[in-house]
């Protein structure tokens, strides 16, 4: 009889707590049927921007000797290009990988649907290249897994129209087992042959064991992003242009003190970046630096204390990180303060992974957070002009995308604070 009392108590106080809207727990793997097919036929395609101009087409044949041929046109089987890449595999303990194949394609016309077959066979599949100028848009979502709410966020993503999508890190939580970066290959090859994903690591993609595996050894097969494109020496940061848009992918989890090699590509990078070209500056990167939720509590931290001098003198606009399985957003905030000329902070790891939301929050809500909620979702980043863009993050409400943030964000171009910082900029790009 009490107990039960206790337990009603309990009930009513939880749902005042979560009045608006319950959370729902995190669904199982999705398990694919299988479906045998040629060993020559592609599998897993993913598409990411490789340079001016260029794409790198990725996907895997279990026949080890299957071409990495594309081709490719304008219009429906009639391929009038053709482009030859190289491929690699790679040997995890017991388990061995198909052949990984990389091919980049290219000159492309901006903003232009392309159709493409990948090794000769399959299927014809479709691209679109993005645009050269404003308005462009881009879907943000982290930690995705393979759940039924990995599933339910990609419908979303797939919902709107989107040119680019950004991933801050986690994306098929293997975590070891090999063959689930094959199954999640297959889970986001729909959107992933469509538009460009542009993706940098996690925690969970790391997969070393010590004295056998080096770190990364599958998230670098598998995701070969352009950072030779961009002058970097390691797949685990680089950099690229989407219209008026310079997008910074760093690591979290590779040296970043200001003696690293991560560091110095940072500046030369930045060094190069012309305003009046790109006038939108973004970061990425897997662990936040501001985050008022109770998990990975300070974790980004001394990445922070290396890195935030210089991305602030840098006029970064907005950084995007995961890791935490919740939303928030901040003010612009520097330094553990709200700053007019600091950056916006929006963690986003909210993807569907199969750990379940991060539910607790520091209590009082610091100064610089706007908005924290722990729901799945994913965010859509659309930039209109060189001084307005517009955020938006849909909650997966139950599995009805829900619009339950929205912001205009102004450039730091427009706000004057790129100038007012370039003098402090040159100083710390010249320093050795
Ligand atoms: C094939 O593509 C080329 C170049 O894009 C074009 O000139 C030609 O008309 C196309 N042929 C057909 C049958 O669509
Ligand atoms: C940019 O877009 C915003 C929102 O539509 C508009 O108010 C503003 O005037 C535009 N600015 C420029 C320079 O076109």
Redesign the pocket.
Known sequence: MEFRLVVLILLVLTMGVAAEYIRPPPRKMIHFPWKPKPSSYPQQVHISLAGDKHMRISWITSDKHAPSIVEYGTSPRNYSFKAQGESTSYSYLLYSSGLIHQTVIGPLEHGTLYFYRCGGKGTELQLKTPPSQFPVTFAVAGDLGQTGWTKSTLDHIDQCRYDVHLLPGDLSYADYIQHRWDTFGELVQPLASARPWMVTQGNHEKENVPLIIDSFRSYNSRWKMPYEESGSSSNLYYSFDVAGVHVIMLGSYTDYDQYSDQYSWLKSDLSMVDRERTPWLLALFHAPWYNSNEAHQGEGDDMMAAMEPLLHAASVDVIFAGHVHAYERSKRVYNGKVDHCGAVHITIGDGGNGEGLARKYLDPQPDWSVFREASFGHGEFKV?????AFWSWHRNDDDEPVKSDEIWITSLLGSGCVAAKSHELRKILLEP
Do not use: A, V
């Open positions: 209109l002009n060189s001084t307005h």
